[in-house]
């Protein structure tokens, strides 16, 4: 029965990797730009969230959609205000990443400054787990957490593959002097990437807030999750996304099987590592590069 | 503009700012540095921390009871100890600064060995190792020391309320190694059963994994020695879980984060017992300030800092008086010599070792912002 409960607790963290994973690994597959800020609009969504939940006292929905204004507000901001403007610049890979990185500390810290610098968390009776049958306890946030990414993940899947936009995309992430030759604007598909990458991350957000609570310093570790799924995953592909980040979640529970307590979190990156040395390109990355 | 009136103009600004830096280095006479944690998922601890000391600084140059007044000089561990070293040797070695306020059991244990060579004093409000009784003569406890709360916590648990079979879940550094090592002596001297024990990493969010093997230990108890965002998470996810059992735990719960924390009703902790009835002016003017600045009752932790600087004032004003060098040397004569200190709720007297002895409190947090007293321990 342990194993069975802590297999439904994996799928539920993994499903939050995964979720969490899918728009870093879109936006970085698709645009080339390292956008370790993922972990920022992480945070924006989720405090977010919680303010229009927790403190004005309205709805899920409306927080939820206030969250994912908030989530693509900065998400396409950012890019139109500082990765587009160093991408013009044409400078290297690491001013893009030192930029997302000073994003991310200057959003943990205005946070702070506005809520505080401790624990918040959204009190509903989803992440209460009851027992199913003697010794398993499952929360109906789980099935809810399957829902949405299948949701997101199958929605996501159509528009790559059945719109212009997502074949747009596509090419982008193939060629983009090529995009430019057929007449399309790069810089605007990149901010589209960046709108939808953006509000891919803000179930996850929401998830996190009422399952396990947020603070203004976890996006660092948002990234680190991001950047072991997409790795894992293979870059820019979505269901490598998903599928990395379900099994490092499956896989860091079910390691309490053999394990002490303290390594699960290693197994994350062990997993990572393997990954590396045997197969680089990751579960369904291609193996070139660009 | 003639060039008469331009060079008066230069020269008063010249003055100006000349007496500016003047003014500025003779407010510094007297400066205090601070370890405390300004950033990360412990930055909630670094808030509380420095609002104590920031209001006994205020209290101290209202009074003027340093010439020249006081400044407070805060530098970022981040509750980690490489951090708080490069802190530590900044105030040490860059400004000079003889007597510094820490955090931390990892911080505090890390950033010893600077202190003892250079002769600085550093006083300790908030990690409570109980190794820390033991860093040298230079290091100063306020805060009882996990022994001691757990001395006081275990028999209460196990014994009166009778919840014999204990688990705990502990972070992966010298806190948790030191609470866990005090409660595999303590919980079956007191007729009880340690049934599991469960470390954690200190950056871990996810514990529906470690919920559920809890739950089949069948614990009567479950003690937690973490701290920071991770303990409110583990406490929400643990009860999310379906564990309803009792939770224990130390001074670290006293955060408004966990006392904010639905899960969290009902847990007990134990901290420092502080008199607010002591009746004493600087008592009543603490609590006072505070709330009226705060709008809510202080923790212990802001106590604790209040009092580490009140102590500073007090000892260097002493050290003045004797016409000695304010060094770390001295403060620690100083300290040696005075014995007894007025604190915030009460009268306190270091140990040789540099630390306090305190009756301890065990209180149950209300879910309502609040906690309440339970039992207190002599």
């Keep these: 029965m342990l194993i069975l409960q802590l297999l439904l607790n994996g799928l539920q963290t993994g499903m939050l990797y995964a979720l969490t994973a899918a728009g870093f690994s879109l936006i970085f597959g698709m645009t080339r730009i390292f956008h370790a800020a993922h972990g920022a609009t992480f945070v924006i969504a989720a405090y977010a969230y919680w303010h229009i939940t927790s403190l004005a006292g309205l709805p899920w929905w409306v927080a939820a959609l206030g969250a994912t204004m908030a989530a693509v507000i900065f998400g396409a901001g950012l890019y139109l205000t500082v990765y587009r403007r160093i991408q013009r610049s044409e400078a290297s890979f690491f001013t893009v990443f030192i930029a997302a990185f000073g994003a991310v500390v200057v959003v943990q810290n205005v946070i702070s400054m506005i809520y505080g610098r401790g624990f918040v968390s959204s009190s509903t009776p989803l992440s209460r787990a009851k027992e199913l049958i003697p010794g398993l306890y499952v929360a109906p946030l789980i099935w809810v957490s399957v829902a949405v990414a299948a949701v997101f993940f199958g929605a996501m899947a159509l528009l790559l593959k059945r719109t212009r936009l997502g074949v747009a995309m596509r090419a982008l992430a193939d060629n983009p002097e090529l995009v430019r030759v057929y007449g399309l604007d790069p810089g605007r598909i990149s901010l589209m990437v960046f709108v939808i990458g953006s509000i891919l991350v803000v179930p996850a957000a929401i998830i996190q807030v009422i399952a396990t609570g947020a603070n203004p310093a976890v996006g660092h570790h948002i990234v680190m999750i991001s950047l072991a799924a997409s790795i894992v995953g293979g870059i820019g592909s979505l269901s490598g996304a998903a599928i990395a980040g379900i099994l490092i979640g499956v896989a860091e529970t079910l390691a309490l099987l053999v394990v002490g307590s303290q390594w699960t979190e290693a197994v994350s990156f062990l997993i990572l590592f393997v990954f590396i040395i045997v197969r680089p390109a990751g579960i369904f990355g291609r193996a070139h590069a660009h | ?378």
């Design chain 2, 1 to 378: 503009m003639d060039m008469t009136k331009l060079t008066f103009r230069i020269s008063g600004l010249a003055l100006a700012l000349a007496g500016s830096i003047a003014g500025t280095a003779f407010a510094q006479d007297h400066s205090l540095g601070a370890l405390y944690p300004m950033s990360g998922s412990n930055a909630e601890y670094g808030q509380i921390f420095s609002s104590g000391s920031e209001l006994a600084v205020r209290h101290v140059n209202e009074d003027a009871m340093l010439p020249g007044g006081l400044t407070l000089q805060i530098e970022d561990s981040q509750a980690l100890p490489a951090q708080g070293v490069t802190g530590m040797n900044k105030l040490v070695s860059v400004d000079q600064i003889p007597y510094v306020m820490t955090s931390f059991t990892g911080v505090s244990k890390a950033i010893a060995p600077i202190g003892a060579e250079t002769g600085t004093v550093m006083i300790n409000g908030g990690g409570v190792g109980p190794d820390l009784a033991e860093l040298g003569p230079y290091f100063w406890n306020i805060i009882p020391l996990a022994n001691d709360e757990m001395r006081a916590l275990v028999p209460y648990v196990v014994n009166e309320l009778g919840l014999q079979r204990a688990v705990l879940i502990y972070v992966d550094d010298p806190l948790g190694q030191s609470v866990l090592e005090v409660l595999e002596d303590l919980v079956p001297q007191n007729g009880g059963e340690l049934v599991g024990e469960h470390s954690i990493p200190v950056t871990a969010q996810q514990f529906s994994g470690i919920a559920a093997t809890v739950r089949t230990q069948r614990p009567d108890v479950i003690f937690i020695a973490s701290y920071g965002a991770q303990q409110a998470a583990l406490v929400k996810q643990l009860r999310d879980n379906g564990l309803d059992q009792q939770l224990a735990s130390y001074t670290s719960f006293s955060t408004p984060t966990m006392q904010e924390l639905p899960e969290a009703a009902g847990a007990l902790f134990t901290q420092q017992y502080i008199d607010r009835e002591k009746g004493d002016a600087l008592t009543q003017r603490f609590f006072d300030d505070y709330i009226a600045e705060y709008d809510r009752d202080p923790s212990i932790y802001v106590v604790n800092y209040y009092n580490a600087v009140m102590l500073y004032a007090n000892l260097a004003q002493y050290v003045d008086e004797q016409g000695q060098e304010l060094t770390g040397e001295n403060l620690l004569a100083a300290r040696q010599a005075i014995g007894s200190f007025e604190f915030v709720g009460s009268t306190v007297t270091f140990n040789e070792n540099g630390t306090v002895q305190a009756p301890i409190e065990i209180r149950r947090l209300t879910g309502n912002s609040g906690s309440e007293a339970v039992t207190i321990v002599e």
